[in-house]
């Protein structure tokens, strides 16, 4: 069938793939839009496989239908999807790998909160696993700006809970296990029989937090029934689709419980969580917090002890406000080091050319070329895979860390669904002080140069603009200014400060006070407090 629509003016992608509200998903044909939009960019698409499933977040089900109706309509050959609509986000681009799928569809707002008024996302994964390019998420936003027709097939539903096959219109829809092609590559990666030694110490226990979304059944299969780990250590590990009504989110501020757990007398050995989606992670130790920047700069410097990472990494890349742990690492081992903008898919093109091996965001997020999305599950075997062979606590292999490389203090403030109007006019004022920033001294600390950062693809070229401003100091401390790129309320901005310590003696302090100065210099130079009308940030990580 081929039925008329209007635009919508508003479905641009943001930092992954198009996040709305899910009221707004649930107006007339605004998903339906979208996924056509998708198949008019991508003729292709018609005769291929692809790989459909979400976080099973509200709306998931409903949304999968509807992109299974369009998919038979648009003449595309085969769907597999995960069973109950369900797939972790790597999860999906393994899949899409493995079958060498054209690409897949996630259903996702990953760390947002869901329900019937939460968030919901769509994002389209191109064949190499990873989120589709800049280049395709413009053309999709330029195509639905002028769509007017959709094709939809009028099927019945499809049963999404039972493993097995059905025919639409002569598409062929496979309902697979959401779980096992997973688990089995985690074991192809890690050292399975070291790690199931590990948790079956008895002074050794953990605490996984599934948040009430997707790892659930990942964490059950991978850390309970392959690694032997109880079934108390593995908590809220039934996905619900609205998580709870909590944001599932792996922070200091989102993953209460488990925090209370880990900074108290009885602290399990190892702890960490990941968010709606799969792909974030969040590593704890008894009495001891592991920032993101410094995870991925621990995993760089002892990939070498992993089986999967055994024989050597190529690169590490990280996010340009990620802090400047893993580059150390980097110069120490001779290692190409990276600077990309924030999302992942922008390290698509560096793994896919073989520049890099392991790559992350400060914001909680890591992962490797064996898919090309960011993985918690995949972090969290990393780090039980490290414990194994060191025989380590994490607050030891963190602290000999520093001993090695330095200390990077490092913390995010977030000011949240803040007016936009407020936010422009924070950002139109900071750039236009930006040109007199580098050479002035604020506070005793001189600015060597300041910009709003700009990438340069080395693989294929394009360029990035505006990429967050960013205050880099003579003694190497940062201090950057963004815009939330995945938020669905007003606008949100993140400060991301850093500050390099060599002295031992001060490896132990307290980061907020740490990095007082620059937080006070921060909002000296953006009005910070003037024009977002806060005292205070949201949530500080
Ligand atoms: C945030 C993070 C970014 C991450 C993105 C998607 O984007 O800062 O590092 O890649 O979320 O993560 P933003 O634009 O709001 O800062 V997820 O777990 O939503 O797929
Ligand atoms: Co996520």
């Keep these: 069938m081929l039925i008329e629509t209007s635009p919508y003016n508003d479905q641009k992608p943001g930092t992954s793939g198009l996040r709305k509200k899910v009221t707004r998903f649930q107006e007339p044909n605004y998903l339906n839009n979208f996924v056509q939009s998708i198949f008019d960019c991508l003729p292709e698409l018609k005769g291929s496989t692809l790989i459909i499933g979400g976080d099973g977040r509200y709306y998931n089900r409903d949304a999968i239908q509807i992109i299974i109706s369009m998919a038979a309509a648009n003449q595309v050959t085969k769907l ?72 939809i097939a009028s099927n019945s539903p499809v049963d999404l809970d039972v493993i097995g096959n059905t025919e639409i219109e002569g598409m062929q829809v496979a309902i697979i296990d959401a779980v096992v092609d997973y688990a089995d590559l985690m074991e192809t990666l890690f050292d399975f029989p070291k790690i199931r030694n590990l948790v079956a110490k008895p002074d050794f226990n953990l605490c996984f937090d599934a948040m009430s979304a997707v790892t659930g059944p990942y964490a059950t299969e991978i850390l309970q029934n392959r690694l032997g780990v109880s079934p108390e250590s593995v908590i809220r590990k039934v996905p619900l689709e609205d998580f709870g009504g909590d944001h599932p989110d792996p922070n200091l501020a989102h993953a209460e419980e488990l925090v209370k757990r880990m900074f108290s007398s009885t602290a399990p050995t190892f702890g960490a969580a990941s968010d709606g989606d799969g792909d974030r992670n969040m590593i704890l130790g008894a009495n001891c917090y592991v920032t993101p920047s410094d995870s991925l700069a621990i995993m760089a410097a002892n990939a070498h002890l992993i089986p999967g990472y055994k024989t050597g990494i190529s690169g590490v890349a990280r996010s340009m406000p990620t802090s400047q742990a893993v580059d150390r690492v980097a110069e120490a081992l001779g290692l190409n080091a990276y600077e990309t903008p ?200």
């Excluded at 707002?109 to 389209?124: R, V």
């Excluded at 064996?370 to 995949?378: A, F, P, Q, S, T």
């Excluded at 300041?450 to 940062?478: K, L």
Aim: charged fraction near 25%; hydrophobic fraction near 35%.
């Design 80 to 151: 597999l999807i995960g069973q109950s609509g369900i797939l972790s986000t790597p999860a999906a681009s393994h899949l899409i790998r493995k079958h060498s799928a054209l690409g897949g569809i996630i259903l996702s707002a990953s760390h947002n909160p869901g329900g019937e008024n939460g968030d919901f996302g769509i994002k389209f994964n191109a064949s190499n696993g990873g989120p589709a390019p800049e280049s395709l998420t413009d053309e999709i936003f330029k195509a639905s700006q002028t769509i007017n027709t959709f094709h």
């Design 342 to 541: 924030t999302g992942w898919k922008f390290f698509g093109n560096l793994l896919d050319d073989d520049r890099i091996t392991l790559c992350g965001e400060e914001s909680f997020g890591t992962g490797s070329d064996h898919v090309r999305e960011k993985d918690g599950l995949w972090a969290v075997l990393f780090w039980l895979n490290i414990l194994a062979v060191k025989q380590q606590s994490v607050k030891s292999v963190v602290s000999n860390h520093w001993l090695q490389f330095g200390r990077n203090y490092y913390t995010r403030h977030d000011y949240e669904a803040v007016d936009i109007e407020r936010v422009d006019n924070l950002f139109n004022s900071l750039e236009a002080k930006l040109p007199e920033l580098a050479g002035t001294t604020v506070a005793r600390r001189k600015i060597s140069m300041a910009d709003n950062f700009t990438y340069h693809d080395p693989v294929d070229g394009s360029v990035s603009t505006g990429q967050g401003v960013r205050c880099v100091f003579e003694d190497g401390a940062r201090i950057i200014f963004r815009r939330s790129g995945t938020g669905t309320s007003g606008a949100t901005l993140r400060l991301y400060v850093e500050h390099f310590e060599s002295d031992p003696e001060r490896f132990e302090l307290d980061t907020q006070e740490v990095l007082e100065d620059l937080l006070d210099i921060a909002d000296n130079i953006a009005q910070i407090k003037t024009f977002t009308g806060r005292d205070v940030a949201d949530v500080v990580t």
